[in-house]
C-alpha cells in the first residue's frame, strides 16, 4: 500500500525567510503524483503545487518548490520569502490508484507553520 | 472561474438523525469526490462520482451515501447520524480524473457538529 509521511508536526519560521516541510513516500507503482495543499483555519483545502514522478525538472509556482529527490522517495516543499498569510497546515498528498481505473488521494498527517513577525 | 462550492458550511444534528450536504464542482469539471477529515483519523476517501456513476467507495459503513446529477453537482447523505461523524466533510472537483494526471480541487468543507 502506498504511504505518505510528514514527520514534522509543527514548524516555526520568521518572516521573509525560507522554510522547508518535508515529505517522504512509499509506493511500488513507477507512475505516480504528489501535491501539496495549504489548510488554513477555515478549512479548505488550497491547492499549491503538483510533480509527476516522470517529471524532468521540479516543479515551481511563484515561492513555492518542490525539492524532489526520486531515489529517496522524498518531495518536499520550499517556501521561499514566508509570509504572515502562511500560516497554516500544509499537507502532502500522493494518487493511489483504485479499481476501474480512477485514483483518490492520500494524505500525511500535515504539518502545522507558524510563521512570525 | 468559480471554485468548487458546499453547502451549508457549518450543521449540527443530533445522535440519530440524517444530513445531506451539497457540492457544486468547478464549472466543466465531472468528477467530484467526497472526503473526510477527522482530528483523529486525518482525511479519507469517501467516494467519487462521475457523470452520475460511483466509480470508487472508501471504507465507510453503508450509512453514507452519495449521489451525483447531470449538471456534476453532487450530494451526500449520512443516515443515522453517530457521534463518530463530527468532521470537516470536504469536496473536490476534477475534470476528468486524477489518474489522468490532473489536480482535484477543494472546496471550503462543511463542518458537521453530531451532539
Known amino acids: 500500500a502506498q504511504k505518505i509521511t510528514q514527520t514534522q508536526p509543527g514548524m516555526f519560521v520568521q518572516e521573509k525567510e525560507a522554510v522547508t516541510l518535508d515529505c517522504t513516500y512509499d509506493?511500488?507503482?513507477?507512475?505516480?503524483?504528489l501535491f501539496w495543499y495549504k489548510q488554513p483555519s477555515s478549512g479548505e483545502m488550497i491547492f499549491l503545487i503538483y510533480?509527476?514522478?516522470?517529471?524532468?525538472q521540479n516543479a515551481t509556482e511563484g515561492r513555492y518548490s518542490l525539492n524532489f529527490q526520486k531515489a529517496r522517495k522524498s518531495a518536499n516543499l520550499v517556501i521561499s520569502a514566508s509570509q504572515l498569510g502562511d500560516s497554516a497546515m500544509y499537507f502532502c498528498?500522493?494518487?493511489?490508484?483504485?479499481?476501474?481505473?480512477?485514483?483518490?488521494?492520500?494524505f500525511g498527517t500535515g504539518t502545522r507553520l507558524q510563521v512570525f513577525p | 472561474k468559480a471554485g468548487v462550492t458546499q453547502t451549508p458550511r457549518y450543521l449540527i444534528k443530533t445522535r440519530g438523525q440524517q444530513v445531506t450536504l451539497s457540492c457544486s464542482p468547478i464549472?466543466?469539471?465531472?468528477?467530484v469526490s467526497w472526503y473526510q477529515q477527522t482530528p483523529g483519523q486525518g482525511l479519507q476517501f469517501l467516494f467519487e462520482?462521475?457523470?452520475?456513476?460511483?466509480?470508487n467507495k472508501g471504507n465507510f459503513p453503508g450509512r453514507f451515501s452519495g449521489r451525483q446529477f447531470s449538471n456534476s453537482r453532487s450530494e451526500m447523505n449520512v443516515s443515522t447520524l453517530e457521534l463518530g461523524d463530527s468532521a470537516l466533510y470536504l469536496c473536490?472537483?476534477?475534470?476528468?480524473?486524477?489518474?489522468?494526471?490532473?489536480?482535484?480541487?477543494f472546496g471550503p468543507g462543511t463542518r458537521l457538529l453530531v451532539l
Open positions: 473536490a472537483s476534477t475534470r476528468g480524473s486524477l489518474a489522468g494526471g490532473e489536480t482535484q480541487y
Open positions: 509506493t511500488s507503482d513507477p507512475s505516480y503524483g
Open positions: 510533480q509527476g514522478s516522470y517529471d524532468q
Open positions: 498528498a500522493m494518487r493511489e490508484p483504485l479499481l476501474g481505473g480512477t485514483d483518490k488521494l492520500i
Open positions: 464549472s466543466g469539471h465531472r468528477s
Open positions: 462520482y462521475f457523470s452520475e456513476t460511483q466509480r
